[in-house]
């Protein structure tokens, strides 16, 4: 069983970068096929698919959020994250950090989820 835990800070000041970290267990970040994504949902809205790291290390991010946005990993912890920079009050949301898997295959499914973390951007 894939587990995935979000942590970071749940305030963020405006024009500061907002930093969260993906911890793995149960499956290797390194897995083929396997891409590993972050999504988030501001109040009131839909989902909203920010970025991806693969297995092989690529990275993918939305074009509205590209120029702010950085996905890393961590191989050796078995962790991957996000860096959004210059963050404004809408980027208020819960943030989520899921498993994609048949990366390169054709069909993907996002099947394991982490339970999210509340992050708030304010002064």
């Known amino acids: 069983q894939v587990q995935l835990q979000e942590s970071g800070p749940g305030l963020v000041k405006p024009s500061q970068t907002l930093s969260l970290t993906c911890t793995v267990s149960g499956g290797s970040i390194t897995t083929s096929y396997s891409a590993w994504t972050w999504i988030r949902q501001p109040p009131g809205k839909g989902l909203e698919w920010m970025g991806v790291i693969t297995y092989d290390g690529s990275t993918y991010s939305s074009p509205s959020l590209k120029s702010r946005t950085s996905i890393s990993r961590d191989t050796s912890k078995n962790q991957f994250s996000l860096q959004l920079s210059s963050v404004t009050p809408d980027d208020t949301a819960v943030y989520y950090c899921?498993?994609?898997w048949g990366w390169g295959l054709g069909t993907v499914e996002y099947d394991y989820w982490g339970q999210g973390t509340q992050v708030a951007v304010s002064s």
């Open positions: 899921a498993r994609v």
